[in-house]
């Protein structure tokens, strides 16, 4: 059982930056696919952005595409969200996300294709 713990977020300004981390308890975190979700108040859990355990290949959801970087760090087994040029309509809550990744070649771009999850953050912009 893979436990993720989130930090970070909380209040940013519009056109400024926040930078979430996840830390993994799995030593073999550097062979789990990553994502980043968030949800809205009334909104559904929505896809931010998702790497490949090896690095390949990441996906952006179009709205955050050019303005966050997902990363990772495998010497520390943690995962991270960068988010700059930040909008009103980034407010919510996110949450990291892993399910083991080698193996198994498509980018992970759905939901429930995630097995691990982390607590969830607030991440709240003002304009």
């Known amino acids: 059982q893979v436990q993720l713990v989130e930090s970070g977020g909380g209040w940013g300004q519009a056109g400024g930056s926040l930078r979430l981390s996840c830390a993994a308890s799995e030593q073999t975190f550097q062979f789990y696919d990553i994502g980043w979700f968030r949800q809205a108040p009334g909104e559904e859990r929505e896809l931010v952005a998702t790497l490949k355990w090896n690095g390949d290949s990441a996906y952006y959801t179009p709205s955050v595409q050019g303005r966050f970087t997902i990363s990772r760090d495998n010497a520390e087994n943690t995962m991270s969200l960068q988010m700059n040029s930040l909008k009103t309509e980034d407010s919510a809550v996110y949450y990291c996300?892993?399910?083991?990744?080698?193996?198994?070649?498509?980018?992970?771009?759905?939901?429930?294709?995630?097995?691990?999850w982390g607590q969830g953050t607030q991440v709240t912009v003002s304009s």
């Open positions: 996300a892993a399910v083991y990744g080698v193996g198994y070649e498509p980018l992970r771009l759905n939901i429930r294709e995630f097995k691990y």
